[in-house]
T-cell receptor
């Protein structure tokens, strides 16, 4: 079983639609969680951190369910510019160690006119 | 630009040759990470440095790979006797550390081994 699992998509949605991505992780000791966005042939860029209480940044909402080891990302009113691959990222941080981010394979989103 | 920079951006080499990549982190960041990404996959951790000390290496990092960060600033990743399976994007990230740190990625070096 992969440490971080995501549906690779692609998700093809019309402009203005609401789309949700899910992700599960296997390491129950994981400490922090993120969504990164990656455009084609570019580096990953942090979209948002994910907190247990849930958090929102404009049109983007992230949720974490530690009991189910499940992370979600909701994008409302999607724009053409949201087309990208969304990477679910888990940090199993160990005291005194570094933060070896563990990435999912990514979910591809295509927003269409 | 004060972000993470990587050079070269692209490298084409023949199997068996040695290649070296450079990463310049954000100046005040003490942690530096190397990741590798192949097509259709997310980045995979290779190794990381806290200042000049290399503190962890992944099993993915065979003995043909070596990384250094001699003065705690820039880092180099060398691959000796390259193989076609080494073809990938090599990403560098830096951070200020801490258990909830944010890692900032450079643009990557895309390696193609013929």
């Amino acid at each position: 079983r992969k440490e971080v699992e995501q549906d690779p998509g692609p998700f093809n949605v019309p402009e203005g639609a609401t789309v949700a991505f899910n992700c599960t992780y296997s390491n129950s000791a994981s400490q922090s969680f993120f969504w990164y966005r990656q455009d084609c042939r570019k580096e990953p860029k942090l979209l948002m951190s994910v907190y247990s209480s849930g958090n929102e940044d404009g049109r983007f909402t992230a949720q974490l369910n530690r009991a189910s080891q499940y992370i979600s990302l909701l994008i409302r009113d999607s724009k053409l510019s949201d087309s990208a691959t969304y990477l679910c990222v888990v940090n199993p941080w160990i005291t005194g160690g570094g933060n070896k981010l563990t990435f999912g394979t990514g979910t591809q989103l295509k927003v269409e006119l | 630009d004060t972000g993470v920079s990587q050079n070269p951006r692209h490298k084409i080499t023949k199997r068996g040759q040695n290649v070296t990549f450079r990463c310049d982190p954000i100046s005040e960041h003490n942690r530096l990470y190397w990741y590798r990404q192949t097509l259709g996959q997310g980045p995979e951790f290779l190794t990381y440095f806290q200042n000049e000390a290399q503190l962890e290496k992944s099993r993915l990092l065979s003995d043909r790979f070596s990384a250094e960060r001699p003065k705690g600033s820039f880092s180099t990743l060398e691959i000796q006797r390259t193989e076609q399976g080494d073809s990938a994007m090599y990403l560098c990230a830096s951070s200020q550390g801490g258990n909830k740190e944010t890692q900032y990625f450079g643009p990557g070096t895309r390696l193609l081994v013929l």
